[in-house]
């Protein structure tokens, strides 16, 4: 029999996260403040983050040390199982071998906890005693409302207004865990209130409910801090997790991955499975290929700029040198398949600018396609989010069975959909539709770029 599911013992948790920042194969960028365009200082960022992860976005040390209160968390879920997806190989007629890393078995049914659990762990131990944040599908305003239930920390969460009706069981579950949710744009903040005069219909955006947040946070007298689910350095480096013990399970399963593919909204589950792999072919000479998959209603990667640009759209938030549709950017309604940033982690985009990772943008249906495909083999409903990196792997698994070739395929199963029925009710209803995101409306976007110096 087959072996398809190579399992780590709770002893084999990481100790250590990965910080990428060790190997860049490219300077680092500045981080701006918004109002000066000048590098920012620890002052100006202490207003939203504590000390402690301040320190992780900037630490040059390959190795930072995971609290031990953290580990146990951890435990609740982790180490989580690599798995060889053998019944969608004979299903796609493939001599590829695809493996899949499901981070669908945390609590909230997603990889996003592997960054919620730190950041709640190092405000609680900074005196914070609330924090306030943005979600787009619900998976991040779920893992933060959890870890902020364990570490007894009041949360405000900012949730895409056109999500918080799309998905209503998620912003449930955030509400069950004591968090109070609100459809962004809202009335509460200035910034929302400026756009619902607007427009009292605005479906809201990531960048919108980010800038609702951080107005939060930064107006509160330093009551509240802010946290983010993905983008920033020290997010992505505690999601590092995945790939160190994908590392270690493939040794187990005496194979190691050709292509490793994650799907790409802020780059948090992609950089969280890839990065570990990226560290092996930067100091082991290894030459695993590394796939990003986005949408192609959102491509920042593909068909973004890469410049420095607003972290939000209010530009309150920090400017980062970036992949980019504009800070302005907002998401068709019709898109159902999450991933819905404006810009891209400033790591993964320079990344992809050197030439270490590839993009690819693939469009709704064939996403949803995929999505269906393999949960008819393996039984898995996937997140839309994760699809995308499912629709790649299958795309890259035909074009061995074309030219007979046995590669290693592995993809970050980075949540399950349990609570997407409405997306996949669309598409089995033929309501979706493929769409490329205007051109027009990108070229218009770079002209309210911030004009810096660097």
Same mark, same amino acid.
């Given at each position: ?15 250590? =996260? /990965? ?43 390959? =190795? ?25 190989? *004979? ?7 695809? /493996?899949? *890393? ?17 950041? #709640?762990? %190092? ?5 914070? *005693? ?9 998976? =991040? ?22 999500? %918080? ?59 509240? *801090? ?29 194979? %190691? ?113 995929? #999505?269906?495909?393999?949960? @008819? ?13 499912? @629709? ?42 493929? /769409? ?19």
């Amino acid at each position: 029999m087959t072996t398809t599911k190579f399992l780590l013992e709770e002893s084999k948790i990481p100790k250590a =996260w /990965y910080n990428i920042n060790a190997d860049m194969p490219v300077p680092p960028q500045p981080v701006l403040h918004p109002g000066t365009k000048e590098p920012v200082t620890p002052d100006f960022l202490s207003v939203l983050f504590p000390m402690s992860l301040i320190m992780q976005e900037i630490s040059p040390d390959r =190795w930072i040390e995971i609290p031990e209160p953290v580990r146990e968390i951890y435990k609740l879920w982790r180490p989580t199982p690599l798995i060889r997806a053998v019944r969608l190989e *004979k299903a796609l007629d493939t001599p590829a071998h695809i /493996y899949f *890393k499901y981070e669908g078995v945390s609590p909230v049914g997603s990889h996003k906890p592997n960054t919620a659990v730190p950041q #709640a762990f %190092y405000n609680k131990e900074a005196g914070t *005693k609330a924090l306030t944040t943005e979600t787009g599908a619900g998976q =991040w305003g779920s893992a933060l409302a959890m870890a902020c239930n364990f570490f007894g920390l009041d949360l405000e969460i900012y949730m895409v207004k056109v999500s %918080y009706h799309q998905k209503p069981y998620r912003r449930i579950i955030m509400q069950s865990y004591g968090s109070q949710v609100y459809a962004s744009p809202t009335d509460r903040t200035n910034y929302g209130r400026a756009l619902l005069e607007k427009d009292p219909n605005n479906p809201g955006s990531l960048g919108i409910a980010i800038s609702e947040a951080v107005e939060v946070a930064a107006t509160s007298g330093g009551a509240k *801090k802010y946290s983010l689910g993905s983008v920033l350095g020290h997010v992505l480096m505690h999601q590092t997790v995945i790939g160190i013990e994908a590392l270690e399970q493939f040794a187990m399963a005496d194979e %190691y991955p050709d292509i490793v593919i994650g799907c790409a909204g802020g780059g948090s589950n992609f950089a969280g499975f890839t990065y570990p792999f990226l560290h092996q072919n930067f100091t082991n000479g290894m030459k695993t290929r590394v796939i990003a998959a986005e949408p192609a209603s959102c491509p920042s990667l593909t068909r973004g700029k890469y410049t420095f640009d607003y972290g939000d759209t209010a530009m309150m938030a920090p400017i980062v040198k970036m992949h980019t549709l504009g800070h302005s950017f907002v998401p068709p309604s019709i898109h159902a398949g999450g991933l819905r940033y404006h810009g891209m982690a400033p790591s993964v985009s320079a990344l992809v600018d050197h030439g270490d990772v590839e993009a690819r943008a693939v469009q709704q249906t064939a996403t949803f396609e995929a #999505a269906l495909q393999f949960a @008819r083999a393996e039984g898995i409903f996937p997140a839309p989010e994760s699809s995308h990196a499912i @629709r790649v792997a299958i795309d890259e698994a035909l074009k061995c069975k074309e030219s007979g070739e046995k590669k290693v395929i592995a993809f970050n199963l980075s949540g399950h959909g349990h609570f997407d029925m409405t997306a996949y009710e669309s598409y089995l209803q033929g309501d979706l539709q493929d /769409y490329d995101y205007p051109q027009a409306a990108i070229e218009a976007a770079m002209t309210e770029l911030p004009q810096v110096a660097f």
